[in-house]
């Protein structure tokens, strides 16, 4: 994997940690962005934060498989 993407998904990763921490944090910030028809907007919130700093630190530990290897057996 060349430097540039290294870095692009470094970058991707702390992007994701750093908003799904401040949708945990501070969800008041984050709330009217949900549309007013949309029902449990508080819990919309809530979870889409999880869901963000899953995937950012998810990311953090991903490898790609090494050459000639089959990426499902990573």
Same mark, same amino acid.
């Given at each position: 994997?060349?430097?540039? #993407? ?13 908003? *799904? =921490? +401040?949708?945990? %944090?501070?969800? /008041?910030?984050?709330?009217?962005? #949900? ?13 889409? *934060? =999880? +869901?963000?700093? %899953?995937?950012? /630190? ?17």
């Amino acid at each position: 994997m060349s430097l540039a #993407v290294t870095v692009v998904a470094w970058l991707l990763a702390a992007l994701l940690l750093v908003v *799904g =921490v +401040a949708h945990l %944090v501070t969800p /008041g910030k984050v709330e009217p962005l #949900v549309p007013e028809w949309w029902p449990a907007k508080r819990l919309t919130v809530y979870a889409s *934060g =999880v +869901a963000e700093v %899953v995937i950012g /630190g998810s990311a953090c530990w991903f490898r790609p498989p090494a050459p000639g290897r089959p990426a499902w057996r990573c």
